[in-house]
Each structure stands twice: as structure tokens, then as C-alpha cells.
């Protein structure tokens, strides 16, 4: 096992020794999540964003290629896909999966001549790949194993490759282990449309957030943050959010007297016009999916990986393996 990074290592101030403290418990993490849910046979792996993301591909590309150079790793975003590239792993993307289908249907001239001149589509017909796993940070995570994630705006792609996977596996430092979301992390990151901003920030008022802003891009960039798809992120600062077992009688957690369930304010917000995806990760889980016998994968973590701050792994599973098919 290599040792922690230079960068990492050499900090001598107090302050530097907290981060130095906190990088190594990522690490541990990383490490031990990817020991536990990375295997030799599979072929596609989705990385995602952020700071404990590193020590996830650090710990992958330890494995040598021999391992690796038969298997496509799909990013959630630019950063995610420079650090693949930059550790020699192969890179792919979420789009190109290939059919599930090993023999690919012929194409007659005539098929050809129709697909060239936009008569017929390219044929992206039938059950495509899915990611063996996928590995991903967060931001905030609850004791049910919901999710706030977006801090790195890159929320409406990484929710993309999690969905993708049959299984999530999420990975975080001590600090981002709450009882209950916005505990700690105060805002709900949502990427949104630039024209329908101002409307959608008056509908966040109304259901609750008393100060919605734009985010902004400080001082490396004048004016909003534009994530990778062309959108603004708008932080929305709700109250702690709810679990349906905190949920008193009479109680039905949408809003009503500022109480809202996260399940319930997940799917608010993402049915909001103008609302490309919102950064809480809620619903059901990969093996609810495949439980159910539906497509896909879910938005919540099966697993989560916590570097604790006296060294060692915290290890939180779903408690929630089976599921009914889900509904609109």
C-alpha cells in the first residue's frame, strides 16, 4: 500500500494536521470499500466526484493492469474522468455502454442509407450494459443511508452512473455521517435550467427553503457556477430533514407546517419545471431494483464506507433488501 501524499504528509500547523487526519481516514475508506466491492471479473466501474473519489482510483490502479486494462471505468463528470486518465485506467462513459445483446444485429445498405440521412435512429434498441459497481463520495448521509451530494455540482451525472449500477457504494470521512439530513451540510444542491432560475428559486420560498441562492463562482469564475451540462446550481437551505420513522401521527412529512420527509421532498423538488436533478440520493437501492426485477439501479447506497477519526472503517449496510416495483 502506498503511502499518503506528499501534499498530505508534510503539513505541519495544527490546521494541516486536522486535514492531514482527515485525508488519512478517507483513505482507510476508500481502501476498504474498494477490497470489499471491487472484483477482478468485472468489466465496467463508475467513479465519481470529489476528494474521497482519489483514494478510491488509488486503490483500484494498485490492483496493476493486468486487472484493469480489461475493464472500462465510466466518470460522473471532467475531474473524475482527468483523475481515470491520469491513473492509466481505461476510460469510457455512461452513453456508450454496449448491448447486453453480444451479437450485433446486421445492417443491411438499405438500414445504413435510412440511419445516415435521419430516416431511422442508430439503433439503441435493447437492454444495454450495467455498471458492475459504482463507487462515489457524498456530502451528507443519514442513518438510512439517503444522500445530499452536489457540492462538486456534478449531482445530475454522478446520480446517472449510481442508477446505472447494480450496486452504489458510497465513500466519506467521519464528519459526513449525520442522524439526519442538513444536519451539518445546510443546503440541497439542484441543477437547474439558467432561464427558469428566478421561478424556481420563488418555488423553493413557498415550499420552505428560506434563502435559495445561485451558486456562484467565487473567485476563479465571475457569475453563477456552470456544471458540465450547461446548468446553473441553486442551494436550497431546508430544515433538517425528516425519516418516515420520525414522522409523528397526523404527520404526512410534504411540507406541511415545514416538515418534510426526504423521499417526499426528493421527488417535490425533481417534478419542479426547469429542474434537471436534485442532489438528495433517496428511494431504493441496487438490490431493490434487482429485487424487484426492474432495469437499472437505485439512488441510494447499498454500502457506506466511513474513515473514522481514531483509524478505523465504519461499515454502514442497507437495511432494506427487497422491494415492490416502484411507482410514479
Known sequence: MSTIPASIAHHSNGEQRYLSRVEASKRRAAFKAVEDHFDSSFKYIGIGSGSTVVYVVEAIAERGRDVTSNMTFVP???QSKQLIIEAGLPVGSIDALPPVDANPSKMSGEVALKVATGLEDMGLKGKRQSLDVAFDGADEIDE????????????????????????????????????????????????????AAPTIKRI????????????QGGSAKAGPVVTDNGMWIIDADFPT??????????????????????????????RTVGVLEVGLFHGRNGLQVASSGEEGGGQKPVAAYFGMEDGEVEVRLAKEIAAAPSKP
Do not use: M
Open 204 to 215: 423553493l420560498i413557498t415550499l420552505g427553503a428560506s434563502d435559495p441562492k445561485i451558486r
Open 241 to 270: 430533514l425528516k425519516l418516515i420513522s420520525d414522522l409523528k401521527e397526523g404527520e404526512t412529512g410534504d411540507g406541511e407546517h415545514g416538515v418534510w420527509e426526504v423521499h417526499a421532498l426528493g421527488r417535490r423538488l425533481k
Open 144 to 195: 438510512d443511508l439517503n444522500c445530499i451530494k452536489g457540492g462538486g455540482a456534478c449531482l445530475f451525472q454522478e446520480k446517472l452512473v449510481a442508477t446505472s449500477a447494480k450496486k452504489f457504494v458510497c465513500v466519506a470521512d467521519y464528519r459526513k455521517l449525520v442522524p439526519r439530513l442538513l444536519t451539518n451540510w445546510k443546503t440541497i444542491p439542484i441543477e437547474i435550467s439558467p432561464l
Open 76 to 78: 460522473t463528470g471532467d
